[in-house]
């Protein structure tokens, strides 16, 4: 069974950071594509960043390029995803999701950029 928990979320002013965890297992994670996927009240969900099996190959979206960072590391199983500058635009609840299939997801770790 494949097993995804999120961790890390909070409340913290604009400007400052924050680094959401994801356990997994139930699965050969050295062999899987994972994504950071968030959806704030309201809105479509949106993939933030994904990151390949190796950790070659790491993309985001537009809106978060330069300011999160997508890691992993394989031998813990774990995904990382460090969000710094944060504004009140990068409020959500951010999930973690093997590959791009949204039904294997863990059940989220909410963010709020509030002042």
């Known amino acids: 069974e494949v097993r995804l928990v999120e961790s890390g979320g909070g409340t913290v002013e604009p400007g400052k950071s924050l680094r959401l965890s994801c356990a997994t297992s139930?699965?050969?994670?050295?062999?899987?594509?994972m994504s950071w996927v968030r959806q704030a009240p309201g809105k479509e969900r949106g993939r933030v960043a994904r990151?390949?099996?190796?950790?070659?190959?790491?993309d985001y979206a537009d809106s978060v390029q330069g300011r999160f960072t997508v890691s992993r590391d394989n031998a813990r199983a774990m995904m990382y995803l460090h969000l710094s500058n944060l504004k009140p635009g990068d409020t959500a609840m951010y999930y973690c999701?093997?590959?791009?299939?949204?039904?294997?997801r863990g059940q989220g770790t909410r963010v709020t950029v509030s002042s």
């Open positions: 139930g699965f050969t994670f050295s062999a899987a594509y």
């Open positions: 990151i390949s099996p190796a950790c070659t190959t790491t």
């Open positions: 999701v093997k590959g791009t299939n949204w039904r294997e």
